[in-house]
Nanobody, 117 residues
Framework: QVQLEESGGGLVQVGGSLRLSCAAS??????????MGWYRQVTGQQRELVAA???????RYTESVKGRFSISRDNAKTTVYLQMNSLKPEDTAVYYC?????????WGQGTQVTVSS
């Protein structure tokens, strides 16, 4: 129904920046998502919401990334971006794009972000 393709992960030094992209295709437009955004997960830990953009344009961030990360989307509301600045080692994780529509969360395959000190 909905396919999510992520890109932009990689290895960066402390203090560096990365920009993640997530392009949605399939029934994304007809489903009129309530929210799109990003979770992250460290091996052995629970998946954590990083940032989300709601259908009305409001944004949400987990406390640890406020002031450093910025979420945005394109006008068609089919691609969501996560600009990550001032990266820290604790930001190292697999980042998963999600779309929340009709009570269902759709997930991307995940992209690794590694911040080296």
């Amino acid at each position: 129904q909905v396919q999510l393709e992520e890109s932009g992960g990689g290895l960066v030094q402390v203090g560096g920046s990365l920009r993640l992209s997530c392009a949605a295709s399939g029934r994304i437009i007809s489903l009129r998502p309530r929210a799109m955004g990003w979770y992250r997960q460290v091996t052995g830990q629970q998946r954590e919401l990083v940032a989300a953009i709601i259908s009305n344009g409001d944004t949400r961030y987990t406390e640890s990334v406020k002031g450093r990360f910025s979420i945005s989307r394109d006008n068609a509301k089919t691609t969501v971006y996560l600009q990550m600045n001032s990266l820290k080692p604790e930001d190292t994780a697999v980042y998963y794009c999600f779309v929340d529509a009709t009570g269902t969360k759709y997930w991307g395959q995940g992209t690794q972000v590694t911040v080296s000190s």
